[in-house]
C-alpha cells in the first residue's frame, strides 16, 4: 500500500475523532502498530504528489493518537494502553528532525516552536503528553489516585530520554 494513501486515511480518522464520530479504535491502533513497522527510510520515486516514505505517516499517526487521547479520552479503554505506548515509544525515537534538518528549519523561518510540530518526534512527544493526561483523566474519573510519572516508568525513561541533550543534540 502507499503511504499516501495510509496517510489520507489516518487523517480521515483523525478528523473523525475530533468530530467525536465512533470508530473501532483497536482497528486503527494496528493500523498505527503497523506503520510505525514499516522501514523508515525514504523511497522517493519521483513523483512530487505521493508520500516520499512512511515518514508523513508516522507524524499523522501520532496526531491520530493525540486527537483520540484529547478528545476522547475519557472513552478509551485502559485496554488499549499498552499499545498505545508501544507505538508512542517507536515515534518518539524517530529519526525526524535530524541534527542537519533542526539546523536549517528549527533555527530558521519555522523557528523550533513551529518545526516540532512539523516533525515526526515533535508530534510524538505531543502525543506522549496526551497519553500522560489520559492516565492522570482515566484515574480520576475511577475515583484512583492520579499516577504521578513515577507510576509511569516506561513513559518517564521516554521523556528523560528525549530531555537528554548527549541525546537530542
Same mark, same amino acid.
Given at each position: 500500500v502507499d503511504p499516501t494513501y495510509v496517510r489520507a486515511v489516518l487523517h480521515g480518522l483523525r478528523m473523525a475523532a475530533h468530530e467525536a464520530a465512533p470508530?473501532?479504535?483497536g482497528e486503527v491502533l494496528a493500523l498505527a502498530r503497523w506503520v510505525v513497522l514499516q522501514p523508515r527510510e525514504d523511497f522517493r520515486r519521483?513523483?512530487?504528489?505521493s508520500d516520499p516514505g512512511w515518514g508523513w505517516s508516522r507524524a499523522e499517526v501520532a496526531r491520530l493518537i493525540s486527537e483520540v487521547l484529547n478528545r476522547r479520552g475519557a472513552n478509551v479503554p485502559a485496554e488499549h494502553a499498552g499499545v498505545l505506548l508501544s507505538v508512542?515509544?517507536?515515534l518518539v525515537e524517530d529519526p525526524d528532525p535530524s541534527p542537519e534538518d533542526e /539546523? =536549517?528549519?528549527g533555527r530558521g523561518s519555522m523557528g523550533p516552536a513551529t518545526y516540532a510540530i512539523n516533525c515526526v518526534r515533535g508530534v510524538a512527544v505531543e502525543a506522549l503528553f496526551a497519553l500522560v493526561r489520559w492516565y492522570h483523566?482515566?484515574?480520576t474519573n475511577e475515583d484512583r489516585v492520579p499516577p504521578t510519572l513515577a507510576d509511569l516508568p516506561?513513559?518517564?525513561a521516554l521523556? /528523560? =530520554?528525549r530531555l537528554d541533550l548527549e541525546?537530542?543534540?
Open positions: 470508530f473501532g479504535l519521483g513523483d512530487m504528489d508512542l515509544s517507536v /539546523e =536549517r528549519y483523566v482515566t484515574a516506561e513513559v518517564r521523556l /528523560e =530520554r541525546v537530542e543534540e
